[in-house]
């Protein structure tokens, strides 16, 4: 230290003056500190470049990422327009309207009740993570629709508590609809976290900026007919067991259903959760087998049909993407109050789960005739075994819960609501001209 001193002694007030020492001893010294001081700055500099890149909202979950979300890392919102439009998105237009934030708004679901909410006078604000696991072209395409009818969506991620706080500090929902999450029961197996990163990570961050929130919203969210998993037991009733799900996505919905229960427990949040059974329609989900079923059957290339042991049918219990909307409407609508206020809670609250299907399961292969006859392609198909990673064998929903208490009554059948799919498939690939993802 004091070696340190005595040279920097000879370093005069006026640096154009200084005079180098003749000792090189002194100069071979002065030149080392100098390139350690700069060496110092620059990995400094480096070092909070770097910090900041990987630390910076929007992920303030420390869950590793998901590569389907990278390009998530840019900042899409914040600022006095972008304020001014979540507002004017979110206001109510009619006199007993509600104020809704829809999360996975440019998803399958998300879009067609955003609009149905929207068309009735609802303020609606959207909010999704545009990731990658499907076409993210779709969702675009979602996205302009909407817009078209006034409704915004905000690019981010529920995991981004950031962001939420900003959304309940500029709107005071009184309902959140759920819709994001990670869907799909095979694709579990290939990547399992991101499934632990929206359905549980993503739900837990939501929960909590709605239990800070004032007022706290109603919640509405997706849960899955896939929570009955080996459930044998039909039709699936409320009641009926889901302790044994068959993939990783069925378990991270039943935990939700779970950690849904906790934050109605402790917070008096108003909860209801939704099991949707095999949800198909227009603007549908292109990881769906009845969407690739069509992509695949126009193209001519094979498709599988999946049978249980000993030729058993595989069978879904189809429901119309209008059936739904109009479950999630009654939802919402007779969704009491949360009663907590400032983070705590006040007293007991509603904690509901219904099913909403058809109550009409109908066998793979029917749909695969439907298809056909609407397309007028004769499928190219091979039937194999209905493979291990994730698949049951049968669902089949018993709705007179939903029925009495949302008013549910679900009223399209397959070969109907096939041929409203088959024809927006044929308009928005236009005929094949537009690569379906
Ligand atoms: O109801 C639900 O909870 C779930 O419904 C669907 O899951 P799934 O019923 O498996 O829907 P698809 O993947 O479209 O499969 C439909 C049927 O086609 C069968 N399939 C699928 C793919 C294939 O190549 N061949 C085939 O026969 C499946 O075994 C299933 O019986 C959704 O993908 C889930 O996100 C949703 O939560």
């Known amino acids: 230290m004091l070696k340190h001193i005595s040279y920097l002694d000879n370093i005069p007030s006026t640096p154009g003056k200084f005079k180098m020492e003749k000792s090189p001893y002194v100069h071979n010294k002065l030149r080392w500190h100098s390139s350690l001081m700069k060496l110092s700055v620059w990995s400094f500099i480096f070092l909070a470049l ?20 990278r390009s998530l890392r840019a900042h899409n919102w914040g600022g006095p327009a972008w304020e001014k439009r979540a507002r004017s ?6 006199h007993d309207g509600i104020s809704v ?4 708004a440019a998803g399958f679901v998300g879009i067609h009740v955003s609009t149905a909410l929207k068309r009735r006078g609802d303020g609606v604000l959207g909010l999704d993570n545009f990731n990658e696991y499907y076409d993210p072209s779709l969702k675009r395409a979602r996205q302009a629709l909407l817009d078209r009818s006034g409704v915004f969506i905000v690019e981010g991620d529920v995991n981004d508590s950031t ?8 709107v005071a929902f009184t309902h959140v609809m759920h819709l994001a999450a990670q869907a799909g029961v095979r694709y579990a197996m290939e990547n399992p976290s991101s499934y632990v990163h929206s359905n549980i990570a993503g739900l837990v961050s939501l929960l909590e900026a ?7 919203p109603a919640i ?7 929570v009955y998993g080996l459930n044998s037991k039909v039709p699936f009733s409320e009641k009926d067991r889901t302790d044994q799900p068959a993939s990783l996505y069925a378990a991270t919905k039943k935990a939700g259903e779970e950690i849904a229960h906790t934050y109605n427990h402790i917070y008096g949040l108003s909860l209801t959760a939704l099991r949707f059974f095999t949800v198909y329609g227009p603007w549908g989900r292109p990881d769906m087998a009845y969407f690739f079923f069509t992509r695949d059957i126009l193209k001519g290339k094979t498709i599988s049909i999946f049978e249980a042991a000993n030729h058993g049918t595989v069978a879904r219990d189809f429901t119309y993407i209008d059936d739904i909307v109009k479950g999630c409407l009654a939802a919402l609508d007779t969704a009491e109050k949360s009663t907590g206020s400032g983070g705590k809670k006040k007293g007991p609250a509603q904690f509901r789960i219904y099913n909403l299907g058809n109550t009409l399961p109908v066998p793979v292969s029917d749909l695969v005739n439907i298809l056909e006859r609407l397309l007028k392609v004769n499928a190219k198909k091979k039937i194999i075994k209905l493979p291990q990673n994730g698949d049951v064998q049968f669902t089949h929903a018993n709705i007179s819960l939903a029925q009495r208490e949302l008013g549910y009554k679900p009223s399209t059948d397959l070969q109907t ?9 044929l308009g928005y690939y236009s005929g094949g001209k537009k690569a379906a993802g």
Not at 50 to 69: A, G, M
């Open 101 to 104: 934030l829809v999360t996975g």
């Open 89 to 94: 998105s979110a206001r109510i237009r009619s």
């Open 163 to 170: 962001l939420l706080r900003k959304l309940f500090e500029v």
């Open 210 to 216: 709605c239990k800070s929130a004032n007022p706290q």
């Open 417 to 425: 609501g096939l041929k409203k799919f088959v024809r927006w498939y």
């Open 50 to 69: 770097i910090f900041i890149f990987f630390y910076r909202s929007p992920s303030s979950n420390p869950l590793p990422q998901d590569p389907s979300r």
């Open 220 to 226: 509405v969210w997706a849960s899955s007919s896939s």
